[in-house]
């Protein structure tokens, strides 16, 4: 503020100027904390939940204990450990006598675990499906081909790839209209063939391995080895808050376990695939010295894309510590529209927000995030127009925080349609049908809201 108390004339465009650069950096801080924290679960629901279905056969476990009941005593705890130490565990520590205090141990670990992997809400699975499967994904693997004009978007009506206009304007007077439409044809088997592989990732390898979902990366289980090693530290002294902590510290370290095999997939074998395509198209195009500006703008694409599955590869680590930054509403809806951008470039609303006399959060951005993410892609989708107005506002009252978020659409639109699907949407969401939506992808952003 320096410059604005010696030079009064300009005192408010320095301001201005001076707000910016720190607005600027407070957005450019909660982008890195949501780059950090798209595997995550809702830890104090699950504890909830765990409180309320295990504290009381947690009670009934520790009378067993105190009875005498358990197998594992001192002898086996010292065994255990000398083997884990060692780095070899002889096959005689897994014999261990089964009765009802061991069966009851071993069912409250394994409801917890699947608890944390599957419950709709507040689950693993619901986390990658909401900050990586819908949307997020196809965003940062489609946008430097969007950027470059490589590939289209599929028409809603037919569902075919629309016209390449930017290319066809491109060449309209160096290639004749039968040569470009073959062109164009190859560049939409390319667009179907990059959608196909993204699908394919979200769909069917983003997921938590079960009956359908067999090629699911993240495999949960819990061995017996492990189950043992967490009844050796618990006994009738135990407090069931400890118990939690344990329970979960065994959930994060099997799930690090699959985020090394998604990473590794991720980093070579999707590379492989991802980048073999660009390349078949870019020598398809290099026969025909006329298209070189296309095959040039393919060649950056393909190392954008590259860049992106660097990104993409990045996303699957333990969640790192939130920041203790306060975010102010503004702000978290400029960092959400910023995450909008980076994965659809052409998307610039005019963004208005009425937040006025309200405080800033802590520990909200995520949450906040999730929200307008889903929302803004929601209008970025189905507004009919790249640069739509929007204006998001706010209501404090009563300890309850009301958004509501209303933008502009093309005249081109059919409103009555729209306004059936979110009719439809609606009654999900009003019936406990929406929870079993949370986790899927495909026209359930209303349910993720919800």
């Known amino acids: 503020m320096l410059l604005a108390n010696t030079d009064e004339t300009q005192s408010d465009r320095y301001e201005l100027e001076a707000r910016s650069i720190v607005t600027g950096r407070v957005v450019k801080e909660g982008l890195k904390q949501l ?18 279905n ?42 261990v006598p089964q009765n009802e205090a061991i069966s009851l141990f071993r069912d409250m670990v394994t409801r917890y675990v699947q608890q944390c992997a ?34 289209t978007r599929r028409s809603k009506e037919s569902g075919a790839y629309l016209p390449n206009t930017h290319w066809a304007a491109t060449f309209s007077q160096i290639i004749p209209r039968d040569d470009w439409e073959t062109v164009e044809d190859r560049l939409f088997v390319f667009s179907g063939k990059l959608d196909e592989l993204i699908t394919t990732l979200t769909t069917q390898f983003v997921q938590i391995r079960r009956p ?3 090629e699911g990366l993240f495999e949960i289980s819990v061995s017996p080895l492990q189950i043992y090693s967490l009844v050796v530290d618990t006994n009738d002294q135990t407090k069931f808050e400890d118990f939690l902590f344990s329970l979960n510290e065994l959930f994060w370290a099997s799930i690090q376990t ?42 950056r694409a393909r190392n954008e894309t590259s860049q992106a599955i660097d990104q993409v590869r990045d996303w699957f680590e333990l969640p790192a510590a939130t920041s203790n930054l306060a975010f102010g509403l503004e702000e978290m809806v400029t960092i959400s529209t910023q995450t909008m951008q980076r994965f659809h470039p052409d998307f610039n609303p005019s963004i208005s927000v009425e ?24 209008i970025y989708k189905h507004s009919g127009s790249p640069t739509p107005t929007v204006r998001v506002h706010f209501h404090y009252e009563s300890r309850e925080l009301t958004i509501r978020v209303t933008n502009s659409l093309s005249e081109s639109l059919n409103v009555e349609q729209l306004e059936e699907m979110v009719g439809e949407a609606r009654v ?17 952003g209303l349910p993720k809201l919800a």
């Open 35 to 52: 780059d950090a924290s798209k595997i995550s679960i809702d830890e104090l629901a699950l504890r909830a939940w765990a409180t309320k």
């Open 212 to 214: 359908e979902k067999p």
């Open 355 to 378: 937040a006025e006399g309200l405080p800033k959060f802590q520990g909200a951005l995520n949450l906040f995030s999730d929200i307008f993410f889903v929302a803004f892609e929601n």
């Open 428 to 444: 999900k969401v009003q019936s406990d049908e929406f929870l079993n939506l949370v986790r899927r992808e495909g026209g359930t």
């Open 54 to 95: 295990l504290l009381e056969d947690f009670a009934r476990y520790q009378a067993f204990y105190s009875s005498g009941l358990v197998p594992i005593g001192d002898e086996y705890r010292r065994s255990l450990l000398d083997a884990l130490e060692q780095g070899a565990v002889p096959t005689d520590l897994f014999d």
């Open 258 to 299: 699959n985020l090394v095999k998604v990473r590794d997939y991720v980093d070579v074998a999707y590379r492989e695939q991802i980048l073999a395509l660009f390349d078949g198209l870019e020598q398809d195009l290099r026969f025909d010295a006329r298209l070189r500006p296309l095959a040039d703008a393919v060649l």
């Open 118 to 151: 599957f419950d709709t809400e507040h689950g693993l699975d619901c986390y990658l499906s909401l900050r990586i499967r819908h949307g997020t994904m196809s965003g940062e693997l489609r946008s430097a081909s969007e950027r470059e004009n490589v590939v």
